[in-house]
Each structure stands twice: as structure tokens, then as C-alpha cells.
């Protein structure tokens, strides 16, 4: 596979898990952005950067580790006591987040189809467990096949609401800071809900990276995630702002807008929503569960189903409540983690490079030990042992993963 395309791949991925009930459905953007008026479309653009380049940071921490939890992570780019807090923060907020996710599920078919609050969350909660029992590669293909129709949508409403028409942005700004927020301002606003994010994102995205063994492919792939969740969210911000005369009271504010659009296009925008919520709710499950099993993947399944049904009974409190008490919150939080994400991708960078240029190194090497015509003797067995022995991920595994990697690229002829 093209190196550039498997970084367009993970980045489908990493959006995927990122860009759930709140953010897809405009509930979140309503009450961090839209609320402040004509500052909220600034604080969007100052989101976005952040969305670049944390994207690149907590991808390419995943990979440079090549860990199988956040905890083990944590482990290396925390103090003992931070990564404790963290640690609990995320298990807390995954949880947390998962089960608004399944609320969103339940809001969303209630507000399309009229179907009973309980129906679209069981739905959710019972296509989770099942996702589960498939392998990481098609779990990877799963996360990532909404965001590119997201995103053609979104570029659709935006169209459509601007194209030849004009608002009176004056009485929007007016009527938008009437909406309640619970953020003091705008630049805490940003803040807050990037570091939401990141908690909403960092276990699963550590996941993601590690399944990486090209460190330069995972930080490609955190740039370009990053920047397409901040098209999709300053989009998005753009038309709830111009219309927030007619969304502020809806609980799926984007969804009101493609209704007034057409029917069918309302219809198809559910949908999307809905599996951009399961693709959300699935992330922060699947690495709460490994993170508690330990790499064991019989238990990570038992733990992960456990984990849903109690999710799914806790989803009753209503989508909207939820996110407006918990999510500033998990967000307040979520600003320690950002500043040792932050820390440790500055003083590890020489180590970064080098541990890339060691893998560079091993992947050349395991061309040749497994191409059929090439000769791998005793100085190649040698200088492979060193590299495996060097690099940081040497109790990982890196060597078995890197031979795994080049056989399903096809990067090997066929003897």
C-alpha cells in the first residue's frame, strides 16, 4: 500500500473517532462556539490549529511507543503521580463519553424517525459488541468509511445555506449570545473543548499510531485528521451561526438544517450521524476495555460488553443535560494531558528521530530478509538484532509487526 495513502487512511480514522454525536449533530458546537457570537467564529480557527497539531503529537506518540493501552503510554511520558490522574481520567471520561455517545444515538432516530429514545441506543450499544469481534485492520476501515460522506455533506449545507443568500448577521450574533454556555469565555471555550477532545480521542488515536510501525506515516496522518476536523468543525460553526435563529432549541441542530434542505438528504444525514456516534462510542469502549483486559483479548471483549450495558442504562439522562454538566468538566481535565502530551513531544525529540531512522532501518533490512531473491547472511542477522535491541519498542515486538506490515502491503514478491 502507498505509504501516503495509508496516512490518509489512519487520518479517516483518527476523525472518525473524534468527530461523534456532539460534534456531527452541532449539539457540541452550539454551546462552545456558537454562543459567543462573532468571537466563536475566531475561537473555531484557533480549534482547528490545535486539531493539526496534537493530531500529529498523539499519533505519532502511539507509534513511537507502539503500546497497547494509553496506560502504557502514560507510563513513559508522565510522572508516576500524573500518569495516575491521567490515567483515572481517561478510563473515567471514556466511559463517560461513551454512554453521551449512546444518548446521541437514542436523540438522533427519536428526532428523524420518531422511534423511541430506547431503540436508537440499544441499536448502538448492541452494534458496539459486535464491531468488537472483528480484527483491528477492518475496525480501522469501519472508523474511517463515514468521514469522507461527512464530510461531502457538510460541504453541502454550507453551499446551500450561503450560496445567493444574505443574513442579517448583526440580530445572529444578538440571538447567539443568548444561548447558554457553561465557559466563561471564548478562549477557555477553546480550550476546554480541545482538551475534550483530546480525552475523547488519545486512547483509541495511541491504538491507532501503534498500529503503525512507519512513525513518519503516523504523524502524516495526525496532520491531515487534525485539519479535516477543523474544516468540518469551522464549517459546520459557519451554518449554525447563520441559522441559529431556527436551530437554538433543537437537540440535533444540523439535522434541522438538512430537514428544511430536503427530506431524503435529512434521512441520509442521520444516518451519517448515527454511525459517526457509534464510531465514537466504539473508540472510547474498545480502548476502555483494553486498557482493563491488558492486551487479553478474550477479557478486552467480556469487559467491553459489560461496559456497554451499563453505558446503554446510564444513557437515560438525555443527550443534551449531558453534554452541557459533563463535558466542561472531562474538559478542565482534559488540559493536563494536552500539557504532557505537549511536554513530552518537545524533550523527546531527538529520540524520535532516532528511533525513526531505526525503523527505516529494520523495514530496509526486513525487505531483504524476506524477499525470496535476496540475500540475508549473518551481518544482516547481526545489524537486525542491534536495531530490534535499540529500538524503543524492542518489548513490543516492533521487528514481528514490521515483517506483519510489509506481507499485508504486498511490499514482498511471491517466491
Known amino acids: 500500500m502507498n505509504l501516503h495513502k495509508k496516512a490518509w487512511k489512519i487520518a479517516l480514522a483518527y476523525v472518525g473517532i473524534i468527530v461523534g454525536a456532539g460534534l456531527s449533530s452541532g449539539q457540541d458546537l452550539m454551546q462552545y462556539f456558537v454562543s459567543f457570537g462573532y468571537k466563536g467564529i475566531i475561537g473555531v480557527l484557533g480549534l482547528a490549529a490545535l486539531n493539526m497539531i496534537f493530531g500529529k503529537i498523539i499519533l505519532g506518540t502511539g507509534c513511537y511507543y507502539h503500546a497497547d493501552s494509553h496506560d502504557e503510554v502514560l507510563a513513559q511520558i508522565a510522572h508516576p503521580l500524573t500518569k495516575k490522574i491521567l490515567d483515572i481520567t481517561l478510563v473515567l471520561s471514556g466511559f463517560v463519553i461513551g454512554f453521551v455517545m449512546i444518548a446521541g444515538a437514542g436523540s438522533n432516530l427519536q428526532q428523524q424517525f420518531n422511534l423511541p429514545f430506547w431503540m436508537g441506543g440499544l441499536i448502538c450499544s448492541l452494534l ?9 485492520d477492518k475496525i480501522m476501515n469501519v472508523l474511517g468509511i463515514f468521514t469522507p460522506i461527512l464530510i461531502v455533506m457538510i460541504l453541502g449545507i454550507f453551499v446551500y445555506t450561503f450560496w445567493g443568500k444574505t443574513y442579517d448577521f448583526n440580530e445572529m450574533n444578538a440571538i447567539a449570545q443568548t444561548l447558554p454556555s457553561s465557559l466563561p469565555n ?4 477553546v480550550l476546554n473543548y480541545f482538551s475534550l477532545c483530546a480525552i475523547t ?10 498500529s503503525l510501525v512507519r512513525i513518519k506515516v503516523a504523524k502524516e496522518g495526525g496532520l491531515i485528521g487534525g485539519f479535516l476536523i477543523g474544516l468540518i468543525i469551522t464549517l459546520a460553526t459557519l451554518v449554525l451561526f447563520a441559522k441559529v435563529n431556527v436551530v437554538k432549541d ?40 483494553s486498557r482493563l483486559a491488558k492486551g487479553n ?14 453505558g446503554y442504562a446510564l444513557s437515560f439522562v438525555g443527550f443534551k443535560q449531558l ?27 531527538k529520540d524520535r528521530q532516532q528511533e525513526q531512522k531505526v525503523r527505516q532501518k529494520l523495514v530496509k533490512l526486513a525487505q531483504i530478509k524476506l524477499h525470496p531473491n535476496k540475500y540475508f ?25 514490521i515483517e506483519q506490515t510489509l506481507i499485508q502491503e504486498g511490499a514482498i514478491p511471491n517466491s
Open 128 to 136: 458496539i459488541m459486535l464491531v468488537s469481534f472483528f480484527d483491528f
Open 377 to 401: 547472511g549473518k551481518k544482516e542477522q547481526i545489524e537486525y538484532k542491534r536495531l530490534e535491541n535499540l529500538s524503543v519498542a524492542k518489548d513490543e515486538n516492533i521487528v514481528e509487526d
Open 297 to 310: 483479548q478474550k477479557k478486552m471483549r467480556l469487559y467491553l460488553i459489560g461496559i456497554v450495558i451499563i
Open 201 to 210: 480521542a488519545v486512547s483509541m488515536a495511541f491504538i491507532l499510531g501503534s
Open 323 to 349: 453534554i452541557s454538566s459533563l463535558y466542561p468538566i472531562l474538559g478542565y481535565l482534559g488540559m493536563v494531558l494536552l500539557v504532557v502530551l505537549l511536554r513530552s513531544w518537545i524533550v523527546s525529540r
Open 186 to 189: 471564548i478562549w477557555i471555550s
Open 250 to 289: 433543537a437537540q440535533i441542530p444540523m439535522l434541522v438544517l438538512v430537514q428544511q434542505i430536503s427530506p431524503v438528504f435529512a434521512t441520509i444525514y442521520a444516518f451519517i450521524i448515527f454511525a459517526l456516534i457509534f464510531n465514537t462510542a466504539f473508540s472510547l469502549f474498545y480502548s476502555l476495555a
